[in-house]
């Protein structure tokens, strides 16, 4: 078997075992029998748990990040990034990000529970991927804003907000959404962009909450 098939094979078994068991629990020995290898190959190809479990973070944060990009840059019902309007290259993305955190909820526990609680530089790991994500929201916000008034009205600072917020809405949402099998990712999807959308629908019309 090629090296890298044999590789991949052993990190989508330590993502299982990572997900189900926690790092701290997981074993070596056990990730090695789930990936149908011996322990001193994983160590062979991977050095160390620690090098695992990075390797395991990053593969499984690029196909989020990559999941995501390509469902807005497909769009619904085929639409190229750009020809849909805002609303729809977010609601694309959302759906894309359940349906990509339902398929691997394993991945997801790694991502968003396992890495962040286990120090440095598991969390940074993560933070790298968070900031990318909540970097294309941004964007999407924005050109929604310039959709709407044909030119930028929303703060810099305000459209990095609300990114934060909704990106960190999401995540709450992943969970809530794996740990109940009777929500469908497009529901998860279709809640938050009710939630999302009413508020930053009243913004891009200059209708704000005052205290």
């Given at each position: 078997m090629?090296?890298?098939?044999?590789e991949?094979?052993?990190?989508?078994?330590?993502?299982?075992?990572f997900?189900?068991?926690?790092?701290r629990a997981?074993?070596?020995d056990?990730?090695?029998e789930v990936?149908?290898?011996?322990?001193?190959?994983?160590y062979l190809?991977?050095?160390?748990?620690e090098e695992?479990?990075?390797?395991c973070?990053?593969?499984?944060?690029?196909?989020?990040?990559?999941?995501?990009?390509?469902?807005v840059?497909?769009?619904?019902?085929?639409?190229?990034?750009?020809e849909?309007?805002?609303?729809?290259?977010?609601?694309?993305g959302?759906?894309?990000?359940f349906?990509h955190?339902?398929?691997r909820?394993?991945a997801?526990?790694v991502?968003?529970?396992?890495?962040?609680?286990?120090?440095?530089?598991f969390?940074?790991?993560?933070?790298?991927?968070?900031e990318e994500?909540?970097?294309?929201?941004?964007?999407?916000i924005?050109?929604a804003a310039r959709?709407?008034?044909?030119?930028?009205?929303?703060?810099?600072?305000?459209?990095?907000g609300l990114?934060?917020?909704l990106?960190?809405?999401?995540?709450?949402?992943?969970?809530?959404?794996?740990?109940?099998?009777s929500?469908?990712?497009k529901?998860?999807?279709?809640t938050?962009?009710?939630?999302?959308?009413?508020g930053?629908g009243?913004?891009?019309?200059?209708?704000?909450?005052v205290?």
């Amino acid at each position: 078997m090629p090296r890298a098939v044999r590789e991949q094979q052993m990190l989508d078994a330590a993502v299982r075992i990572f997900g189900q068991r926690g790092y701290r629990a997981a074993s070596m020995d056990e990730i090695a029998e789930v990936a149908g290898v011996s322990k001193p190959l994983v160590y062979l190809y991977l050095n160390s748990k620690e090098e695992l479990f990075t390797a395991c973070i990053r593969r499984e944060a690029a196909a989020l990040v990559a999941a995501v990009r390509a469902g807005v840059s497909g769009g619904t019902g085929g639409e190229a990034r750009g020809e849909g309007s805002a609303d729809r290259q977010l609601w694309a993305g959302l759906q894309a990000f359940f349906t990509h955190t339902a398929e691997r909820p394993d991945a997801w526990v790694v991502l968003h529970n396992q890495a962040r609680t286990q120090g440095e530089p598991f969390a940074a790991e993560v933070a790298v991927m968070r900031e990318e994500i909540v970097a294309f929201v941004t964007s999407l916000i924005a050109e929604a804003a310039r959709e709407a008034h044909r030119k930028p009205e929303l703060a810099e600072r305000e459209v990095a907000g609300l990114a934060q917020a909704l990106v960190g809405a999401a995540e709450s949402l992943a969970g809530w959404a794996n740990g109940d099998a009777s929500v469908s990712a497009k529901e998860a999807a279709a809640t938050l962009m009710n939630f999302a959308w009413a508020g930053l629908g009243n913004l891009m019309e200059g209708r704000r909450w005052v205290p």
